[in-house]
């Protein structure tokens, strides 16, 4: 007699699957003594829906892979027996490389497990082509691993603005700074030694506010980053959307109502010419603010009282909200971040942005968690986010 369907017994799941569920799994267990620890093994069985069995096997290997370690006050139990020994991120013994390239320099830095910035440097840029800039940030890097003795760096995040396919590790455009096709992950892991993950600039930024920052435990996120390179990222149930090729996010040439920026596209008042940093620069250069292309010169006019610089960062900020309110009408989400200069600095400019976002979003609209050290933040996410979706695979023991 043949068999029913109901009958049939179950296919077993390849052995690929099972390894990365098996990854997967881990990575729920290390991001929950991340957000609670310290964190007592049971609770890491309830929060999971794991077995307690499940939860202790996991935590056995994180502490000999010596990711986390127990709590030096464990917490005695009502009862008999052993007290319950909490468990906690250990984030003394290894940290990140963060690599950011931005149009006039390079944001070279070391992370803790935590995200927590160690070491930055800022190097200006010399020469803009990939190999040149590339080089300089490994060689920083490599002397900032020398100083900071002790730990063991786990891998390097690069993280830049226009398009970058995370899969390939390639800068596919960067037209500001006329990369295009580079092997970024290639060319760094063979300068460094290290693993090398490569990812865009506000995807990096959103893992960063989810596993670090004011987006932890929100079910969506919207990230619009404003500076010489302007683009989004969005994420739900804890997964950036990135798109064939990862070209999701590329804003820079939605159109402005009313825009008159002049646009390297050939057009006039696409979204990056109108909020890009450098057009910022140029209007406070005409207005005798500054005579430079940084940004933060107009923002300390401002604050030494010119209400020129003012006015202009005014009025960018509620170009941004417009911006954000736009994206958060097609995404939905349930909190959307903002990274740009005035409304950072300035409540002034944060009080504008969100005002022109909608009374109905303002609430949930937020500067970056990190604003001394979002570009550094943005680098070390990308690697961080590899190391907490699968702690196992990216662990020391696998490096």
Known sequence: MPRTAATLPASPAPRGVDRDRRRATAGVVLRSVLEHGPVA?????????????????????FTRLGLVREAEQP?????????????????????????????????????????????????????????????RAARALTAMLAEARG????????????WVDRDSGVIVEHGLLGWRDVPAREALGALTGLPVHVDGRARALVNGE?????????GSVLHLFVG???????ATHDEVHHGPRSQAGTIAHLPVPGGSEPCACGGTGCLQAELSERTLCRRAR??????????????????????????LLLERSRATGRAAGLLADVLNPETVVVTEIGALHREDCLAALREAVGAERAADVFPTSFPDSVLAVAGGSVVLDVLYRDPLGASPEAN
């Open 41 to 61: 093994r049971s609770t890491i069985a309830r929060l999971t829906g794991l077995s307690p069995a499940s939860v202790t096997d996991y935590c056995a290997r």
């Open 75 to 135: 917490r005695r139990s009502r009862g008999v027996g052993r007290p319950h020994v909490p468990l906690d991120l250990d984030d003394s013994r290894f940290v990140v490389g963060g690599v950011h390239v931005a149009v006039p320099y390079t944001t070279v830095a070391l992370l803790d497990l935590r995200g927590r910035v160690v070491r930055q440097r800022e190097l200006k840029h010399e020469r803009t082509d990939p190999q040149g800039v590339l080089a």
């Open 151 to 162: 730990v063991r760096p786990l891998g390097v995040g690069l993280a830049a603005g226009g």
């Open 210 to 218: 989810r596993l670090f920052g004011r987006a932890r435990g929100s």
């Open 228 to 234: 010489n390179v302007v683009d989004a990222a969005f």
């Open 286 to 311: 005409a207005a005798g603010i500054t005579d430079g292309d940084d940004p933060r010169h107009v923002l300390a006019a401002a604050g030494a009282g010119d209400p020129v610089a003012a006015a």
